[in-house]
């Protein structure tokens, strides 16, 4: 099993930051590529981003793209998640998830099933 701890959420007025941060444990994280999708109550989970195990590839929603950034540290078996340029739009639980199963763009129609963090809430004040 692997369990995922997100961090890093909170309150923020518009055009701000957050980094999102998500700690992997168990299974061999550098095996996995990891990824954000986020969530606003009564609406369907929505992909954000995701990153290749080796970190050397990235995909992005459209509506990120140039304000978000995803990393990871193998080391500290940790994936990022830097927000910038903040938009009410951007509110909702944000969730850590791993996957080997899919390439990256079959995120978006096909998410990862198998491990899902609790989730870390994103308020963005106009």
């Known amino acids: 099993q692997m369990q995922l701890v997100e961090s890093g959420g909170g309150l923020v007025q518009a055009g701000g930051s957050l980094r999102l941060s998500c700690a992997a444990s168990g299974r061999a994280f550098s095996t996995y590529d990891m990824g954000w999708f986020r969530q606003v109550p009564g609406k369907e989970r929505e992909f954000v981003a995701a990153i290749t195990w080796a970190g050397a590839y990235t995909y992005y929603t459209d509506s990120v793209k140039g304000r978000f950034t995803i990393s990871r540290d193998v080391a500290k078996n940790t994936v990022y998640l830097q927000m910038n340029s903040l938009k009410p739009e951007d509110t909702a639980i944000y969730y850590c998830?791993?996957?080997?199963?899919?390439?990256?763009?079959?995120?978006?129609?096909?998410?990862?099933?198998?491990?899902w963090g609790q989730g870390t809430q994103v308020t963005v004040s106009s």
């Open positions: 998830v791993a996957d080997k199963l899919r390439t990256l763009g079959a995120w978006t129609l096909d998410p990862p099933k198998d491990y």
